[in-house]
């Protein structure tokens, strides 16, 4: 079975510049969330999609978005670069295993992260 | 309260040592803890699960200890192999319909041969 695609692997930016990352889950995987890494702030929480809606968003400016597609792949883009924003970005998919009633709880059977994607700004 | 404190930052252990990685929390909402391995130029990949209703899971040679009351998991490598080198994550997340962990800041784990 297939794992979590991410690409690029590599991408080499000009600060200004903007940039789209691209995350093809794991099939039947529903719920795609996107990971900023860094060694100074580690792995931080940048937005979570679940049937092409967002859920959940961390703590990022505006200039960090994202959009689920029908078929679940997921791109996150990045508008007006700044040098700040060089990292590791990680997109990871999973699967909602029971919801309940009307309210869908999705069981948290984990994550499965992509090799993700290393920018680099410049 | 959201925050995930992991020690240490570096750990380096002999070959068939225990390794013991601890983390602790605030949020009380918390109610899934997963333990992550990353080796370089690869993503975090998924090592060893618990919830709060139980106090260990065993898993091979990786072990969960939760201690609920104290807020506190830690994630014991029995047997510690060369090959166990790379940075682990703890993370935390509540189940109820979102999708976001909060992740220990990583522990760089070196066993010499």
């Known amino acids: 079975k297939a794992g979590v695609t991410q690409t690029p692997r590599y991408l080499i930016k000009t600060r200004g510049q903007q940039v789209t990352l691209s995350c093809s889950p794991i099939s039947g995987h529903r719920s795609v969330s996107w990971y900023q890494q860094t060694p100074g702030q580690g792995l931080q929480f940048l937005f979570e999609y679940f049937s092409e809606t967002q859920r959940n968003k961390g703590n990022f400016p505006g200039r960090f978005s994202g959009r689920q597609f029908s078929n679940s792949r997921s791109e996150m883009n990045v508008s007006t670069l700044e040098l700040g924003d060089s990292a590791l970005y990680l997109c990871?998919?999973?699967?909602?295993?029971?919801?309940?009633?009307?309210?869908?709880?999705?069981?948290?059977?984990?994550?499965?992260f992509g090799s993700g994607t290393r920018l680099t700004v410049v | 309260q959201q925050q995930v404190k992991q020690s240490p930052q570096s750990l380096i252990v002999q070959k068939g040592g225990i390794s013991i990685i601890n983390c602790a929390y605030e949020?009380?909402?918390?109610?899934?803890f997963p333990w992550y391995q990353q080796f370089p130029g690869k993503g975090p990949a998924l090592l060893i699960a618990?919830?709060?209703?139980?106090s260990e899971k065993k898993e091979g040679r990786f072990t969960i200890s939760f201690n609920k009351s104290a807020k506190q998991f830690s994630l014991h490598i029995m047997d510690s192999q060369p090959g166990d080198s790379a940075t682990y994550f703890c993370?935390?997340?509540?189940?109820?319909?979102?999708?976001?962990?909060?992740f220990g800041t990583g522990t760089r784990l070196k066993v010499l041969a």
């Open positions: 993370a935390a997340s509540v189940t109820s319909g979102t999708y976001k962990y909060i």
């Open positions: 618990i919830r709060p209703d139980v």
């Open positions: 949020n009380t909402a918390f109610d899934y």
């Open positions: 990871a998919s999973s699967l909602p295993a029971r919801t309940t009633g009307r309210i869908q709880s999705l069981v948290n059977y984990g994550y499965t």
